[in-house]
T-cell receptor
Framework: AQKVTQAQTEISVVEKEDVTLDCVYE???????LFWYKQPPSGELVFLIR??????QNEISGRYSWNFQKSTSSFNFTITASQVVDSAVYFC?????????????FGEGTQLTVNP | GAGVSQSPRYKVAKRGQDVALRCDPI?????LFWYQQALGQGPEFLTY????????KSGLPSDRFFAERPEGSVSTLKIQRTQQEDSAVYLC??????????????FGPGTRLTVT
C-alpha cells in the first residue's frame, strides 16, 4: 500500500494564483514526522518543512502554509500568490519512527508549473 | 557553509561494468542516507548509516549494491555488474540527528547514472 499519496501529478497555474498541493499518508505509528521537499529543475531536493505527529498547528512561512490534519491523515501545502520561481516538483515524505527508523518514504511528487 | 556534495554528477556505464558513487556529507552530520530516484518518481530509500555503522540496508535492490562509510564521513555506493534497470539518479542525504527520523535530511545534487 502506498504510504504517501500525492494524487496530483501535475498542476499548472498562472502567476499570482494560489495553489494547494495535496498529501495523504498512511501509518500505524503514533510517532512520525512529515516533510515537504522542493526539487527544482537543477535536481537538488530542498527541505521546506518538518512536522511531528503531535503538533497539528498549521504553519505559515511567507507565502507558504501547511495544513496538517490527523483526522484525515493529510498534510497539504499551499502557496499563496504563486511565482514563476515556484515551478518545481514538490514531494511529501513520511518518517515512521517506530517501524522504519530514520528513512524517508516519499510520495510520487507533484509537478507545479507557474506560468507568467 | 558547504552542503552535501556528490561525485561524479553524471556517469555513463556499459552494462556489466562496476561503478562507484561518492558522497561527502555535511561536516559533523551523524546520519547518512542513500536514495534512488527513477525518472518521474519520488526517491526510494536504499540504505542508512549512523557514523560508520550501516544500520539499515533493507532498501538495496540486490546483492550487486554495496555501500560503505568506513570513517563515519565520506560514503561510497558501489554497484557491481550494472544493469539497465540501475539507471537512475542516486541521491545522498545527511542529517545532524543520530536517529529517530525527526531530523531534516539535507540532500546532495545527485549522481545521474545511465547504463547503456
Amino acid at each position: 500500500a502506498q504510504k504517501v499519496t500525492q494524487a496530483q501529478t501535475e498542476i499548472s497555474v498562472v502567476e499570482k494564483e494560489d495553489v494547494t498541493l495535496d498529501c495523504v499518508y498512511e501509518t500505524r505509528d503514533t510517532t512520525y514526522y512529515l516533510f515537504w521537499y522542493k526539487q527544482p529543475p537543477s535536481g537538488e531536493l530542498v527541505f521546506l518543512i518538518r512536522r511531528n505527529s503531535f503538533d497539528e498547528q498549521n504553519e505559515i512561512s511567507g507565502r507558504y502554509s501547511w495544513n496538517f490534519q490527523k483526522s484525515t491523515s493529510s498534510f497539504n501545502f499551499t502557496i499563496t500568490a504563486s511565482q514563476v520561481v515556484d515551478s518545481a516538483v514538490y514531494f511529501c515524505a513520511l518518517s515512521e519512527v517506530e517501524t522504519s527508523g530514520s528513512r524517508l518514504t516519499f510520495g510520487e511528487g507533484t509537478q507545479l508549473t507557474v506560468n507568467p | 557553509g558547504a552542503g552535501v556534495s556528490q561525485s561524479p554528477r553524471y556517469k555513463v556505464a556499459k552494462r556489466g561494468q562496476d561503478v562507484a558513487l561518492r558522497c561527502d556529507p555535511i561536516s559533523g552530520h551523524v546520519s547518512l542516507f542513500w536514495y534512488q530516484q527513477a525518472l518521474g518518481q519520488g526517491p526510494e530509500f536504499l540504505t542508512y548509516f549512523q557514523n560508520e555503522a550501516q544500520l539499515d540496508k533493507s532498501g538495496l535492490p540486490s546483492d550487486r549494491f554495496f555501500a560503505e562509510r568506513p570513517e563515519g564521513s565520506v560514503s561510497t555506493l558501489k554497484i557491481q555488474r550494472t544493469q539497465q534497470e540501475d539507471s537512475a539518479v542516486y541521491l545522498c542525504a545527511s542529517s545532524l540527528e543520530a536517529s529517530g527520523g525527526r531530523g531534516e535530511q539535507y540532500f546532495g545534487p545527485g549522481t545521474r547514472l545511465t547504463v547503456t
